[in-house]
């Protein structure tokens, strides 16, 4: 077995990887395109996993996690449980550290790459959805199909690691799936309440796929990543792929938020009454004024609401910010 530098290869541009490889236990692993690997064990009745990271260039963490695992499998220190695919979402934004080249590939898929064309991402947000769609529909009947999109974010966030689930049109998130992010070491879980054009939705959507988006701590660039903090998910995300029950009955639940509404950005005009450094689940006091934009005010009720992606700088139209509150 040769030892292969995955993320040195792709961000180098490598046209094609030595593959397929034969694994140890049976299986085999394939370089199916630009970023992506599918490894396959001997046993066609495993879970589906789908681990993607670098939809965001600037997010490098979960990268560097996806890059250690694949030289683990390939070293036997990891045994392959499941069949995996491992997609680097964008390598282009990934070897320039910034977070997309012309527009947000996480506003792109579920079809969205269609209205946007002419944005390089939007090729690769198609090719993408098409691979996960045929990793999954490869799946025989009952077999547990998942999906962790792999992200940092820009700011900092009362709890260091969340995740969002993506709207499941009425349905209840899976308790054991709940149970498995607290062990991963995820505080809190934001339910979405509408579609969206985020990976995570798409294959929820298309593929019938648990699947979340993850927030896993601050984006710094490539070198410059304390992986330490990253030990939990890392732990879980390998028990995950040993095909291992990664629930522990001790761990408390996530705390869960349901978005309320999303602060909208109409013009110039707009003005956002939080310090630059508001962090990601900031509580936000009864009557506080957040925002206002010409007649439009948005004020706290209640309490109990946080602030999550605050961004005035967006384009006008455009979110500036969600507005959470306690899941029942
Ligand atoms: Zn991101």
Known sequence: MTDMEFLALTLGGQPSLPTPLPLNNGGRMEHVAEGVLCLAPANEFAPRVLLS?????NETAPVE???FLVRDILAD?????CHLMIQLANPAALRIGERYLDYDMNRLFDGAHRRHGGAREAARAAQLEALSAGFFAQAPAGVARLHLDLHTAIRGSVFERFAICPWLHGAQPDRGQLGWLSGAGIGAVLLH????????YCTSRTSGAVAFTLELGKARPFGHNDLTRFTGIDRAIRRLVAGEAATDPDVPPPRLFRARYDIIKHSEAFVLHLEDSVENFTPLPDGMLIAEDGEHRY????????????NPSVSPGLRAGIVVGPAD
Request: net charge negative; hydrophobic share 40%; charged share 15%.
């Open 193 to 200: 309440s509408a579609p969206s054009p985020t990976y995570s």
């Open 299 to 310: 004020v706290a009720s209640g309490g109990e609401e946080r602030i999550l992606f605050p």
């Open 53 to 57: 990271a670098g939809v965001h260039g």
């Open 65 to 67: 996690l996806l890059d």
């Open 77 to 81: 220190k990891v045994v392959l449980g």
